[in-house]
Nanobody, 121 residues
């Protein structure tokens, strides 16, 4: 059964950094685009970043551009999200997803359970 498991979330002060990982298992995700979404309390899930299966293209929400970097290691079936210069408004549950490269949820077929990121001011 295909499974995505996120890790690396936690509590960090504003201006700090975190690196999220998403490990895929159960099938090979090397031909899937991978994305990160987040959902803050009381808000809808929003797109954060995505990367094509061949790492040729990356996409970012305007709110994280220049601060977050997405990457993937297909040999390890893992995608990463390096988050720098974190702000309190980045606080959310972060979800990893696999599918076709898009900025909305319907492009993705597989989802992880999420990892909490909390940024204190």
């Amino acid at each position: 059964q295909a499974q995505l498991v996120e890790s690396g979330g936690g509590l960090v002060q504003a201006g700090g950094s975190l690196r999220l990982s998403c490990a895929a298992s159960g099938r090979t995700f090397s031909r899937y685009a991978m994305g990160w979404f987040r959902q803050a309390p009381g808000k809808e899930r929003e797109f954060v970043s995505a990367i094509s299966w061949d790492r040729g293209s990356t996409y970012y929400a305007d709110s994280v551009k220049g601060r977050f970097t997405i990457s993937r290691d297909n040999a390890k079936n893992t995608v990463y999200l390096q988050m720098n210069s974190l702000k309190p408004e980045d606080t959310a549950v972060y979800y990893c997803a696999a599918g076709t490269a898009g900025r909305t949820s319907e492009y993705y077929n597989y989802w992880g359970q999420g990892t909490q990121v909390t940024v204190s001011s």
